[in-house]
């Protein structure tokens, strides 16, 4: 096998890793809405307007991202953003 063919072979490769990626990552027409409205409500519940809802501003504002906090705050920062509850919107 040439460098020419692995390299061409990698490139291959990568596209369709890529490909599909995107793929997965498309959102369907219902999490499009659910993710407008998770932003809608985030921003009212954002109390402090810092991007990041606490644990007592989620119940206040939006108590089933309070409800699942945990598995939300997948980095374990004491927060949740709105990029965060959008890949739980994803899965």
């Known amino acids: 096998m040439t460098v020419r063919h692995l390299i061409s072979g990698i490139f291959a490769v990568t596209t369709l890793v890529f490909a599909g990626a995107s793929v997965a990552q ?3 027409s219902g999490q499009q809405k659910q993710i407008k409205e998770a ?3 985030f921003v009212v519940a954002d109390k402090n307007a810092d991007g990041k809802l606490t644990l007592e501003e989620a119940k206040g504002g ?9 598995k939300i705050d997948t980095n374990k920062d004491g927060f949740v953003t709105i ?3 959008k ?3 994803l899965k």
């Open 26 to 28: 498309t959102p369907t």
């Open 39 to 41: 932003e809608e409500r």
């Open 62 to 70: 939006m108590p089933r991202i309070a409800s699942n906090f945990s």
């Open 83 to 85: 990029e965060e509850i």
């Open 87 to 89: 890949v739980m919107i």
